[in-house]
């Protein structure tokens, strides 16, 4: 064998290396679709810390209520949509299907279903600020119905992107496990 620095090993141009072994496809796709569904997680994480300092802040009345409105109604329900982000990182290092099908589940429920709530509990108020120009909750100042339109969107599409790349993982799964049972 040559080293890096040393000369190529005799009997050979460097045009061997076909016969090595690779990595296999679905392997690769594994660690890159968990590398992106973590940093989706991670993501969803800081959504929820900031849903959950906005909700205690506002029951805790730590500031006046002119800064910080009451949460909604949709904002309690969503609180759960932690347990699919620790579902899908509990099913990460051994590959455990299940529990990666179970996030998927309870992200429908837990995740996308509160924020269909909270886009339909919101459209009123959404409807007379933008008609009217008039809001009744303010979040420093800002309205409270904008900024937290602005924060649903931003959740559906991590929910979106973690949904389809759990369903590329699991796909990429169910390929490794079908050829194990080949062989």
């Known amino acids: 064998m040559a080293s890096r620095a040393g000369p190529r090993a005799a009997g050979t141009d460097g045009s061997d290396?076909?016969?090595?072994?690779?990595?296999?496809?679905?392997?690769?796709?594994?660690?890159?679709?968990?590398?992106?569904?973590?940093?989706?997680?991670?993501?969803?994480?800081?959504?929820?810390?900031?849903?959950v300092a906005k909700m205690s802040v506002g029951h805790l009345r730590l500031l006046p209520h002119d800064q910080v409105a009451m949460p909604y109604q949709w904002e309690y329900p969503y609180l759960l949509s932690i347990v699919p982000a620790l579902l899908g990182l509990l099913s990460f290092p051994r590959n455990n299907i299940s529990y990666l099908v179970l996030s998927m589940i309870s992200m429908g429920l837990f995740s996308i279903a509160p924020l269909i709530y909270g886009s339909m509990e919101m459209f009123p108020a959404a409807q007379q600020l933008f008609r009217h120009g008039k809001a009744y909750r303010f979040l420093f100042g800002f309205s409270a119905v904008s900024v937290m339109?602005?924060?649903?969107?931003?959740?559906?599409?991590?929910h979106a992107w973690q949904l389809y790349y759990s369903k590329k993982l699991l796909d990429s799964w169910f390929t490794s496990t079908q050829e194990k049972k080949r062989k």
């Open 149 to 158: 339109y602005l924060v649903l969107v931003l959740a559906v599409q991590v």
């Open 17 to 51: 290396f076909q016969h090595r072994e690779r990595v296999a496809m679905h392997y690769q796709m594994s660690v890159t679709l968990k590398y992106e569904i973590k940093k989706l997680i991670y993501v969803h994480l800081v959504i929820w810390l900031l849903l």
